[in-house]
């Protein structure tokens, strides 16, 4: 830990990747230095902040950018800087225009229409696995395709696909786990198979074929000259991958929650009413990445928590710090899975708000529920200390998960 004029600087993620657990530092920043000086691994030092006042107030504020941090050599989790054509590091009016032409495919009555599918899919995978019979790996046999499955309907990318871009895309969600010529590529050949994707939908459209999937709606907005080629193509890549790995994480997470402590999972079996709102208390409570991702840009001296943050800085806000958040949450730090107020940060909030939040509440809520009703004897295979865990990437979450019944 250096020394940044009086400020201590410490290096950032926080030790190494602890399975889901929130590390202890998160906890001790809050309370005592909640706008702190970290080193990332690339581009230099930054702010993190940790209060949940302040962390809404960053995710909000225009004073700190998006865009300002694309394409730059700004402080940062990955080798490669953000790519300006990415809807994460927008800022008005550009977020904007992206964001209405992406949020068609995300609307209540869209995902209340997938409910019927999502749920028939939940059944046939567990029905496969209940034919097949104990053990089976959740995450192989049921998390990864029910997310690929529904990402996959909704954008119109071709299932039989998956492990083509389910490769590429873990690679380029790679902190340290892979060199960075290797991301470079990964993200390469991703955009390339888009970009093949994209050139059969304008095939289809000149011969009068209408798709009614996002990618479609992509396509047609490019030809309509509302977003570019770049911009079509790392939009296409953002939600495919996005998509599927936090929901297939965040499904296997939250089983390993519940079966940890049998008592949870007896208690969602007895009162599967109760399923949403486990659901909100696992995203509050779960930590599925590393704490902190894309950089916010100060584009003006700001005054955060006492401190005076200059223009030009890097902030970075921590989400599962702010959930955690004792002047929000009453026992912050114990899992309530009957918690009735609930207004955690896991999906973000401001312009920035995760598009497919409603989505994801779904998948998870289908998942859980099937789970409790077919395999209400579920549990883990293997000792919790044995599951391994990914590593090195900006998710966290079962490599597999062997589980019995």
Not at 243 to 264: C, D, H, M, S, W
Not at 364 to 389: D, H, K, S, Y
Request: glycine share 8%.
């Amino acid at each position: 830990m250096d020394i940044d004029g009086q400020r201590p600087v410490r290096d950032y993620p926080f030790g190494s990747d602890s399975r889901l657990a929130v590390h202890p530092l998160f906890d001790q920043l809050r309370e005592q230095e909640p706008v702190s000086r970290i080193r990332l691994p690339y581009g230099g030092t930054g702010w993190l902040v940790t209060r949940y006042a302040d962390v809404r107030l960053v995710l909000t504020d225009p004073r700190f950018s998006r865009a300002a941090a694309a394409g730059a050599d700004v402080p940062r989790l990955v080798p490669e800087p953000a790519s300006r054509a990415s809807i994460v590091m927008m800022d008005p009016p550009e977020h904007t225009r992206l964001r209405g032409i992406v949020a068609k495919a995300f609307t209540a009555r869209r995902v209340t229409e997938l409910r019927p599918r999502l749920e028939q899919q939940a059944d046939e995978l567990l029905t496969a696995i209940g034919s097949a019979g104990p053990p089976a790996d959740l995450v192989a046999d049921f998390a990864l395709p029910l997310s690929i499955g529904v990402i996959c309907e909704l954008l119109g990318v071709p299932y039989e696909d998956r492990d083509k871009f389910r490769t590429w895309s873990t690679v380029a969600l790679s902190s340290t786990a892979y060199p960075p010529d290797e991301i470079r590529d990964a993200v390469g050949e991703l955009g390339g198979y888009l970009s093949e994707l994209i050139w059969r939908r304008r095939a289809e459209a000149d011969a009068g074929v209408i798709s009614a999937d996002l990618f479609g709606e992509l396509v047609r907005a490019r030809d309509d000259a509302r977003l570019t080629e770049q911009e079509l193509v790392t939009t296409g890549a953002t939600l495919l991958a996005a998509g599927y790995e936090n929901t297939a994480n965040t499904i296997a997470n939250f089983t390993v929650e519940l079966l940890a402590l049998p008592a949870r999972w007896e208690r969602l079996r007895a009162e599967p009413e109760r399923v949403p709102a486990a659901v909100e208390e696992m995203l509050r409570f779960t930590m599925f990445g590393l704490g902190a991702n894309f950089a916010r840009i100060a584009t003006e001296p700001v005054e955060l928590g006492g401190v005076r943050i200059g223009a030009g800085e890097a902030v970075f806000t921590s989400l599962p710090a702010a959930n955690r958040d004792p002047a929000v949450f009453d026992r912050a730090g114990e899992l309530d899975l009957t918690r009735p107020d609930n207004p955690h940060l896991a999906f973000g909030h401001g312009i920035h708000h995760c598009l497919g939040a409603q989505l994801a509440r779904l998948e998870l809520q289908v998942a859980l529920t099937a789970l409790l009703r077919r395999l209400p004897g579920l549990r883990l295979a293997v000792a919790e200390a044995e599951i391994p865990w990914k590593a090195g990437l900006l998710v966290r979450g079962p490599e597999s998960l062997p589980v019995t019944w």
